[in-house]
């Protein structure tokens, strides 16, 4: 295997990440080219201009996967992605297909605004996008790009942060990271015109709750030792 060096995000990623967010959501299955590539692309600047932490792997000079965090305390984002952002979905509602598109972002940005709000908690940061090309899944690089974000997390002192994710994503990868899920929905919603069938979910990493959990599995170690204890 050759060697993945991981480092902040430059501007030259850009065609690489888009094209992993082509190939991850199959956007031109959906759409036709030109659309599903200007959607790809107005996507990854949302999420960049949304960011305060960015973390790509790179192979062969290639970035082929890429992890972003949000410091929600911080309100100093960058300027240029958020004006490209604007750019991209104005380009986009130039065309029918477009303001389908268009569309989809809007209900999405919908359905994650109430999983959020259906919360007690308040969070101090979010995983806010995350994706690997899929020839690169299962060598480590998920596991490396995330064990980096956390890390992040820790020196801006941030104990609770979420993730959005839904079905077509491998939503089981923060389950074994030790994130909880805590809010589910499901809904059908267009796209491009055929509706289709989709469960979005919100997890959470909180130390009070693993703090818990803990407690929980020390507690019942404890119980099934006294048990071993009284039977022998």
Not at 78 to 98: F, N, R, V, Y
Not at 166 to 195: A, L, S, W
Not at 209 to 222: F, H, R
Request: with cysteine.
């Amino acid at each position: 295997m050759e060697q993945i060096i991981y480092r902040p995000y430059k501007k030259q990623d850009f065609g690489a990440l888009s094209e992993i967010i082509n190939i991850t959501w199959e956007h031109e299955k959906n759409y036709s080219q030109s659309t599903a590539i200007r959607l790809s692309n107005a996507y990854l600047r949302i999420c960049l201009a949304e960011q305060t932490f960015t973390q790509v792997a790179v192979c062969k000079g290639k970035a082929v996967g890429i992890i972003m965090g949000n410091n929600l305390h911080c309100t100093s984002k960058p300027l240029i992605p958020h004006l490209q952002a604007k750019k991209d979905m104005l380009i986009l509602s130039m065309t029918s297909e477009g303001r389908r598109a268009a569309h989809f972002f809007e209900e999405l940005d919908k359905i994650y605004g109430r999983l959020l709000s259906a919360q007690s908690r308040q969070y101090g940061g979010e995983l806010s996008f995350f994706a690997i090309h899929p020839n690169y899944r299962g060598l480590g690089i998920g596991k490396e790009l995330y064990y980096r974000f956390q890390n992040y997390m820790d020196s801006v002192r941030i104990e609770d942060f979420y993730v959005f994710t839904d079905t077509t994503c491998n939503y089981g990868f923060y389950e074994h990271q030790g994130m909880i899920r805590c809010g589910t929905e499901k809904i059908t919603i267009p796209v491009n015109g055929k509706q289709s069938d989709f469960l979005f979910f919100i997890y959470e990493n909180s130390k009070s709750v693993q703090t818990i959990n803990e407690t929980s599995n020390l507690s019942q170690d404890k119980k099934l030792n006294n048990r071993t204890n009284a039977n022998t």
